[in-house]
């Protein structure tokens, strides 16, 4: 239960008011991020976090007629935030690390897999050395960058079939040039 004093303009807005209308909603809210997060467990963190939104936005409104309808625009507003946020920190491209990974796993980077690592960057490095800058560059802001071709069509000023042929073309290089290991 949300317990929580907030000042408003006309005074206290009370506690009892958020006592009754947040979790009167909070089933309506889990059910919302539930359906709308790609991992459901997140659903009970967004809902204190809409809570606690509520909570600052009302300090400066005391007459809020339609809560429901106040939640869900809170909740909305608060997907489309963290959505904006992974967006820009590229959080759908992140790997998790698996609990398993341990001294003894396949996955562990022992010396000798860092050494081989380093010497296959090191190929690539010098693969993409070798193609035109205009294909280097595309190919780098596709799959390093992660930008879309039309974005790199316009920020090279090229077409968005020349994109697609410059970034075949590197990964055909990349591949030639390091067996097949090593391409994005």
Not at 44 to 58: K, N
Not at 75 to 96: E, I, K, M
Not at 156 to 162: K, M, Q, R, S, T
Request: with cysteine.
């Amino acid at each position: 239960m949300v317990m929580a004093r907030v000042e408003g303009a006309e005074g206290v807005l009370g506690a009892e008011v958020l006592e009754t209308a947040l979790p009167r909603h909070g089933d309506l809210l889990r059910a919302y991020f539930r359906a709308r997060l790609p991992c459901p467990q997140d659903a009970e963190d967004h809902v204190q976090e809409v809570y606690s939104r509520v909570i600052a936005a009302t300090a400066a409104q005391t007459s809020i007629t339609n809560w429901k309808g106040f939640l869900l625009r809170a909740a909305a507003n608060l997907l489309t935030d963290s959505f904006r946020r992974d967006q820009a920190r590229a959080g759908g491209r992140h790997v998790p690390l698996e609990d398993g990974m341990q001294a003894g796993s396949d996955d562990v980077a022992t010396p000798e897999r860092v050494v081989a690592a380093r010497q296959r960057l090191g190929h690539v490095q010098l693969a993409l050395a070798e193609l035109d800058p205009v294909c280097r560059e595309a190919f780098l802001l596709c799959r390093v960058e992660g930008m879309s071709h039309r974005d790199i069509a316009n920020r090279l000023g090229i077409d968005v079939g020349a994109v697609t042929r410059h970034v075949e073309r590197a990964l055909l290089h990349l591949a030639r040039r390091t067996g097949g290991r090593g391409a994005a």
